[in-house]
Nanobody, 123 residues
Framework: QVQLVESGGGFVQSGGSLRLSCVASGFTLAYTGVAWFRQAPGKEYEKVSCMSGTDGSIAYADSVEGRFTSARDNTKNAVYLQMNSLKPGDTAVYFC????????????????WGQGTQVTVSS
């Protein structure tokens, strides 16, 4: 059974840090495009980052560039999102998504999704 499970969300004050984890089962993340999305109440999905399954390159949204870092651990079949200098505007449910064909343009093009983890940043 293919599954992605996120963890690590929580409540943090502005300027703080959190590290999200996304662990896969039923398939390998090693050669898969893996993205982090977030969705704030009443808003569309925003792609925060996407890691290529071929060369490992990572693209970040302008809104998080320099503050967020994604990394992959193939031994644990996991991808992480280190979030630093958090702002209230980062408050959202964060999802990891994966697709065997790489980083897709739209959220609905990713085949596999986790259940999401809530991140709340207070001012």
């Amino acid at each position: 059974q293919v599954q992605l499970v996120e963890s690590g969300g929580g409540f943090v004050q502005s300027g703080g840090s959190l590290r999200l984890s996304c662990v896969a089962s039923g398939f390998t993340l090693a050669y898969t495009g893996v993205a982090w999305f977030r969705q704030a109440p009443g808003k569309e999905y925003e792609k925060v980052s996407c890691m290529s399954g071929t060369d490992g390159s990572i693209a970040y949204a302008d809104s998080v560039e320099g503050r967020f870092t994604s990394a992959r651990d193939n031994t644990k079949n996991a991808v992480y999102l280190q979030m630093n200098s958090l702002k209230p505007g980062d408050t959202a449910v964060y999802f990891c998504a994966a697709d065997p064909y790489g980083c897709q343009s739209r959220a609905d093009e990713f085949d596999y999704w986790g259940q999401g983890t809530q991140v709340t940043v207070s001012s």
